[in-house]
């Protein structure tokens, strides 16, 4: 990993709120998987029906700042 990579990881914060809808996601409604093969990153999807699109919005106003 370059210095460059290191330091936006390190720069990288949540608060609580994030944490733990992102842990609550990941036990519920949200998936986690391996970007490609070579990845050392993990990404999460939150999926949802039109049904659900203003608690989609909500979800998304929590973790824009990531």
């Known amino acids: 990993m370059d210095g460059k990579t ?3 990881r390190d720069d990288i914060t949540l608060t609580k709120e994030q944490e733990q809808l ?3 996601g990941i036990l519920g409604d949200a ?6 093969p070579k990845s ?3 990404r999460i999807t939150f999926t949802q ?3 659900q ?6 979800k998304y106003g929590i973790l824009k700042t990531l």
């Open 31 to 36: 998936g986690i998987r391996m970007g490609n």
């Open 6 to 8: 290191r330091k936006w």
């Open 22 to 24: 992102i842990l609550g």
């Open 53 to 58: 699109y203003e608690y989609c919005t909500w």
């Open 40 to 42: 050392h990153n993990a």
């Open 49 to 51: 029906s039109i049904k």
